[in-house]
């Protein structure tokens, strides 16, 4: 291959990679029922990465993803997933979530704290063995950060699961919507507690402690502007509440949701806001995809790795829906209910893979457990959509979905 080709012309062989190979392997291999289009990305991305391709074919893969090319798509991928979360966040009811607040609580905090006591089990277990404890890991930082790598939902794929199930803008899915997004904001604060990171603790109270401030303001001038100027100030908003939930520590996804969660439907126009999610789900969300799975560095870390894989996804799946299950109890909600909602809450996606990243780079876990942990997200993602859609099926000719929870 030509080492004299430009930076740019490497970018869009990048790019055109990156949009073909997994649109070709979705039709060729029919794998929409199991494996929707946005789960072939996120596999292809772990197969294109440095752990695969990158193993069998370091030079023109170190040829094709140098440094300037993985920047600029990084650039990408987080301009993209900023918009798509933003969006999300839009389509949550605000007069929903305070209306529903004690459900929306109970069930958010048993579906994080029973995967994290699962996942902490596991890792107490894993801890009896050599290999799978980081360097620098306390125990209970070790226990903490696997138990909060089970509990973690991924919400950009979640809300991705929920548009190909068409239940995002009915009730059902409105409040998994919001369930995700509360265990989000815990799980980045919980992260920094694990880093031991007491200054970014403190930044992040003072962010929370601004957003609250500037939202009435944000919200009153919206009410006062054009539709067309709306759209400018959305992005300013955007913008600068993604940097500061990243300069606090949680995230600048967590940012870009509480940006579109105070924003209304209205403002904008719904048929607007479709056409939007539809353009940023097809033009950018696959480079977010695929270019998180370049960031991925793993070895297999031989046969023990896949059975680790299938314990981390057992707690994970166990405790989500032992999670739900309890809530269910609790609320009173209707049969079928909690196991949907668990099903959904389990998906684990990117946001797993990032987590699992940080704690992989802090030297809090291994690359065998890294390598367990991403095995667990890829698993638990596909088997989401096969689990939950005869089951709302059925939950639909009960009539279940649609109804709100009280």
Known sequence: ?????????????????????????????KTDYFAPLVIVQIIMGIILGPGVVGAAFPEYHKFLFNPDVVKTLNGVAQWGVMLFVMLAGVELDLKKVWQYRRESATTAGLSLCMPLIFGCGAALLLMNYQGWIGAKAANWQFMLGVGMACAVTALPVLVLLLEKLDILRQPMGQRIMRYASLDDVAIWGVLAVIMLDFERMGRQVGFLVAFAVLTPLFRRMMTRLQQNDRWYIA?????????????????????????????????????????????????????????????????????????????????????KLAGAHIAGKVLKWKDGEASIIGWLLQSKGLIEIIFANILLDKQIITSETFTALLLMAVGSTMLTIPVVHPKLNRAQNRGLVGQASS
Not at 7 to 23: D, G, N, R, W
Not at 257 to 270: H, I, N, P, R, T
């Open 235 to 319: 992005i300013f908003w955007l913008l600068a509440c993604a940097f500061g939930a990243d300069w606090a520590g949680l995230h600048f996804m967590v940012g870009a949701f509480l940006a579109g969660v105070v924003m209304d439907v209205e403002w904008f126009g719904q048929e607007h806001l479709d056409a939007l999610f539809k353009n940023v789900l097809l033009v950018l969300m696959p480079v977010f995809f695929l270019s998180t799975g370049l960031r991925t560095k793993w070895d297999l870390g031989g046969y023990s790795v896949f059975f680790v894989a299938g314990l981390l996804l057992a707690a994970s799946i166990g405790g």
């Open 1 to 29: 291959m030509s080492t004299h080709m430009s930076t740019t012309e490497i970018f869009l062989l990048a790019m055109l990679l990156i949009f073909v190979v997994p649109f070709a392997v979705w039709r060729l291999f």
